[in-house]
């Protein structure tokens, strides 16, 4: 049995060899979140043929991204870059008309040293159409930190002047039908004419964080129930719609591998971040719009209810999980708010693996981690940086924990030698944010679990030639 | 710069691992940044491998490229010669380790000297060759290796074996319905009387390479895979090879027969005609399917052929020959080797088409719009989007085309595989022609399956649209369990926060 040990969380580092997707993998979800996008990846094959697989059905689905097929003459510079990136952007220009064309730098555009970001603002004033560069190649970054250096990239791009005004004007003229439509509807109605009397006074605040459409619906609601008014979120839905920043207005993050957005937002558009655990499951996001709550000087209502009221409807999947050890590998930063919330349910966690650990940034959530820890009476994991894949294995034979969370180069091998595995790109993917989706994130947790009872009896569970 | 959505063949490294992974105890080390192990995930996932695929990364990072690989690579191999104990390590170049330019010749000759196990540099480059063509030098770069190390040591078995035996080269991983073709290969062999003397790469040892040579014959099934060594082992050791791709009845036949010829001149006497007959009359369905009602109904319908070079000239043969269907054009990607796939195919379609472009090649199936097509997954989704059905007879594949079922593409049993694949693909063409014809199934009004009376809920504007985001496939179910929600809870307007309300409670 484990018992609470009063001690800080240790940090190892080893030796970084793990497997994890491509950080130019962020356009899957990025070119489908921003409607007016395209992103072009520049690289070789190689870069191809991951995007190509690891996205399956979407590839066919008339993606707003490509590849610029680095060749010979690109990496000999026998043929100019600027020419040849200008060639390909007309193109896509004439095809496509976005609104903008993100440009991914790969490894290979590293090692040659292209000068994505020099060529950009040039070629962007040639053909009309903005280009933003972001930098997600292999030899930096892992998986999910691709989101981060785009959105970076796109924070220089937020206006400063507020238009949001005068948007909701446009909008509210451009639709009189609409308002026509609504009327007699007490609350819509009243809330055009008094705008926004259910808001407190607070600066403003962005959110920013790619999540699906949903999500950001549900967040803000979240929000709004407090009376905190979202201005914007890095990304909108269209690269147009980009939210204005001013100098001191207040960002917060919704996921937990973007520091380098964080870091732009508060070294180049001066904003304050509100450093706030990451809005994943019931306990999460209350701590996360209390954390919001403080800052603007506004107490919380109604949260502990709230809280209460999504753990109980949980209940069946927790008595599932209760007392059961998950072990993650790491590959895509969400670790320790998802370890964190795991133990929360009365879970043990030995080991998070995270490809990258931003002590700062993720400050609240570590906090959050060791706090929870104590409260449950758990031992406190380790956390590895860079982990070691093979190390990993050979710990979680020791180990025999009852879930590991892992990529999915290692998923079917420990599930032939009986070890219960998820797949912890389905993380990335699933809907994970806010209350109203804790029980999708318990539900991705326990699937192997209730897998295993429908089929506990038929003796099937090693299924692996014993090796010589 | 090439602007590219989709690729047929793969980068050359993955080539290299697909052999390195097929033999048994070898281990490849990539030299490559961080994400390059996506073979990894493919060969988990595709062919649902139960152990783990032995490639590792030497990774790239910004130190490597600020300061070079210095000791990493040689470290890396030495502690995956501890960790596995492997017979062979083979070092495999990547896109960026090309340009990087590091002496990886070096690395290699530093690391034998460490290592209990034998270490080779894949010679591949990344810009000059593809997936496919790197895999046959690989084989063939391993193959020699192990040859010359048996024959400096004098440890080659050169006598052949007593009765005629064959080693079939080019069965790899994640090669398109390779397993099963193997299993029907060898069954073939079996009731040929001829022994199966080694199988490479797959579930080969290295240490067992020696024995090639006692092999009477050695069989290439795949063009693409296998010749580079089968031309070797003629050279040096005068082993004649078959390169005839055993697929359909008469490609089949004509393979058997020229194993026949190869037998007989070594001294057997075998006549394989009474076999050849009997199997294409009476154990495989394809030639009398040829004869049947059903196929007679296929006569000039049109189709387009595309794939590797292996399977479109096949199919193109068998589509033609074997059922009179009218190949419009047939196609391949195989760019380096489309001379051979010209002369193939002359005789069997009206144009030949050459391309790697797959909006081109969407293009030219557009314009001849055929009744079916037969191709990759790519051209499956041109299809499916002028709504002509597709079979898929090579890669680029996905998990669908790892059946766990028997479904060889060679051999007697192959040809009736390729029989049904071909018939469903033109019946379910027909079908939905003749729906469109008379108007669908149902001329009815359908009768709603929803249960709710929505009457006396009113869905706001806001909730209606964000129920419109939520996927086709559950809208149905999450607006049943939102407005039993509201209904229970004397709610009647149901806007977004009921919407999401309802979802928390019952997880609608």
Partial sequence: ?468 | MKLAYWMYAGPAHIGTLRIASSFKNVHAIMHAPLGDDYFNVMRSMLERERNFTPVTASVVDRNVLARGSQEKVIDNITRKDQEESPDLIVLTPTCTSSILQEDLHNFVERARIEAKCDVLLADVNHYRYNELQAADRTLYQIVKYYLDKAGKKNELTLEKTAKPSVNIIGISTLGFHNQHDCRELKHLMAELGIEVNLIIPDGASVQDLKKLPRAWFNLCPYRELGLMTARYLEENFHIPYVDITPMGVVETARCIRQIQTIINQQGTVVNYEEFIHQQTLYVSQAAWFSRSIDCQNLTDKKAVVFGDNTHAAAMTKILAREMGIHVVWAGTYCQYDSDWFREQVREYCDEVLISEDNAEIGNWIAKAEPAAIFGTQMERHIGKRLKIPCGVIAAPIHIQNFPIGYKPFMGYEGTNQIADLVYNSFTLGMEDHLLEIFGGHDTKEVITKEMSVTADLNWTKDGLAELNKIPGFVQGKVKRNTEKFARERGINNIDVEVLYAAKEAVGA
């Fill in chain 1, 1 to 468: 049995m484990t018992v609470a040990q009063p001690q800080a969380l240790n940090f190892d580092c080893e030796t970084g060899n793990y497997h994890t997707f491509c950080p130019i993998s962020c356009v899957a979800w990025l070119y489908q979140k921003i409607e007016d996008s395209f992103f072009l990846v520049i690289g070789t094959k190689t870069c191809g043929y991951f995007l190509q697989n690891a996205m399956g059905v979407m590839i066919f689905a008339e993606p707003r991204y490509a590849m610029a097929e680095l060749e010979e003459g690109d990496i000999s510079a026998q043929l100019n870059d600027y020419e040849e990136l200008k060639r390909l952007c007309q193109q896509i220009k004439r095809d496509r008309n976005p609104s903008v064309i993100v440009w991914i730098g790969t490894c290979t555009t590293e090692i040659i040293k292209m000068d994505l970001e020099g060529l950009a603002p040039k070629l962007e004033a040639e053909i009309g159409i903005p280009i933003v560069v972001a930098r997600a190649n292999g030899l930096d970054y892992a998986f999910t930190q691709g989101e981060d250096t785009v959105l970076a990239a796109m924070a220089a791009r937020c206006p400063d002047q507020a238009p949001v005004k005068t948007a909701a004007t446009t909008k509210t003229e451009a639709n009189p039908m609409q308002r026509l439509f609504n009327f007699g509807k007490k609350e819509t109605n009243s809330s055009e004419i008094n705008p926004e009397p259910e808001y407190h006074d607070h600066p403003p605040l962005i959110l920013f964080g790619s999540l699906p459409d949903p999500v950001v619906t549900q967040l803000t609601l979240e929000l709004k129930r407090q009376g905190i008014k979202v201005s914007g979120w890095l990304p909108e839905k269209r690269f147009t719609e980009l939210p204005a920043i001013a100098e001191g207005d207040y960002v917060c993050g919704v996921n937990p591998f973007l520091s380098k957005t964080a870091t732009t937002l508060m070294r180049r558009r001066k904003c304050k971040l509100i450093g706030a655990p990451f809005p994943i499951g019931p306990d999460g996001t209350r701590a996360w719009i209390e954390k919001i709550c403080s800052v603007f000087g506004i107490t919380p209502q109604g949260l502990d209810e709230r809280e209460a009221q999504i753990w109980q409807s949980v209940e069946n999947y927790l008595q599932l999980i209760r007392g059961k050890s998950v072990f993650f590998m790491g590959d895509n930063l969400l670790e320790i708010s998802l370890a964190r919330f795991l133990i929360r349910c009365g879970m043990t966690v030995p080991e998070i693996g995270i490809p990258y650990m931003d002590k700062r940034y993720q400050a609240a959530e570590l906090a959050l981690l060791e706090k929870t820890c104590q409260e449950m009476g758990v031992e406190i994991p380790r956390i590895v940086e860079k982990p070691d894949n093979y190390n990993q294995v050979q710990r979680i034979y020791q180990l025999q924990p009852d879930l590991v969370i892992t990529g999915m180069a290692h998923a079917n091998p420990l599930e032939a030698r009986g070890i219960n595995t998820k797949w912890s790109v389905e993380f990335t993917f699933a809907n994970i944010h806010g209350f109203t989706n804790a029980r999708d994130v318990l539900e991705l947790v326990t699937r192997p679990l209730r897998r295993n009872n429908h089929l506990q009896e038929l003796g099937w569970d090693k299924l692996v030639a014993t090796e010589v």
